[in-house]
């Protein structure tokens, strides 16, 4: 009886394995591949459109921000249904996740904590910033050792993104760069959501479609962080390149409230940003 019922849980258990590494991996027979992880998972990212202007938008750099991966896909969905809605001046990357190895539960770090890579990394702390360092803090003001990484820019995901948005760059006309990376509070339950846009050089740019998003959702713009030091992050790195960028923490609505709210002010902001004089 014992055996039949540990059967059945580890036959339950390999089916949540299949079904959360399906909805990700399924979409790969249309996407571009940037990328490995740790574990030769593939990162994709997802194109619609061949315009000067270039949007990426990208969920899953955390892999227990769920919803953050769900969104993305869901806006995916939307626009293979509906490839028009995406403006003839500009290009859309979607990345629904650069953390694929927790995001798949594949990872062994995924035992501990969903959040990092394989290499038990924060790949938002592991990118090449002026401030990036090897240890680092969270809310509860214990300092974690290794966890940006032995080195800026040592995880393959993050060299993997890296690489991509300096392509991104070069290939948009006159640096029109638009990067959003999602994220999910997911420990302050109660939180409305909040919008980070760079402060600096591509600022003007971020703090317009900051302002616009929040004009669609209701979230709250902060241009500072102050609970903690956050270093070698994504935003930060951005805004040191000259790229406009914005962390979107999707809020605590109820899920289905949430995933519909967000999925349709991208749609929004996509439009918008696809009209040549949007924030210039």
């Known amino acids: 009886m014992f055996f039949k019922g540990y059967t059945l849980r580890l036959l339950v258990f390999i089916l949540i394995l299949f079904i959360s590494f399906s909805s990700i991996a399924i979409l790969s027979q249309n996407g571009i591949l940037i990328g490995k992880s740790v574990l030769k998972n593939d990162i994709m990212a997802y194109r619609f459109g061949n ?25 995916l969905r939307s626009l293979e249904q509906n490839p028009s809605a995406v403006p003839p001046e500009m290009t859309l990357y979607l990345i629904p996740c650069l953390n694929v190895d927790a995001a798949t539960k594949s990872s062994p770090s995924w035992i501990y904590h969903a959040r990092y890579n394989a290499h038990c990394v924060d790949l938002n702390r592991n990118f090449k910033t002026g401030n990036w360092k090897p240890n680092i803090v969270y809310g509860d003001k214990v300092t974690y050792k290794g966890l940006g990484g032995k080195a800026p820019e040592s995880e393959p995901e993050t060299r993997a993104i890296v690489a991509f948005l300096k392509r991104c760059q070069r290939e948009a006309r006159d640096n029109d760069l638009l990067v959003l990376s999602l994220h999910q509070y997911v420990r302050q339950h109660e939180r409305l959501g909040r919008i980070f846009p760079v402060k600096e050089r591509a600022g003007d740019v971020a703090t317009y479609y900051a302002q616009r998003y929040r004009s669609y959702t209701g979230y709250k713009i902060d241009y500072s962080f102050n609970l903690y030091e956050v270093t070698g992050d994504l935003v930060l790195w951005a805004e040191e390149q000259g790229i406009a960028a914005m962390d979107i923490e999707v809020s605590h609505l109820k899920r289905e409230n949430s995933l519909l709210l967000n999925k349709t002010s991208l749609l929004r902001l996509i439009e918008e940003y696809g009209t040549i004089s949007s924030g210039k």
């Open 51 to 75: 315009g000067p202007r270039i949007l990426v938008i990208m969920g899953g750099i955390h892999g227990e921000e769920v919803k953050s991966v769900d969104i993305v896909m869901g806006l």
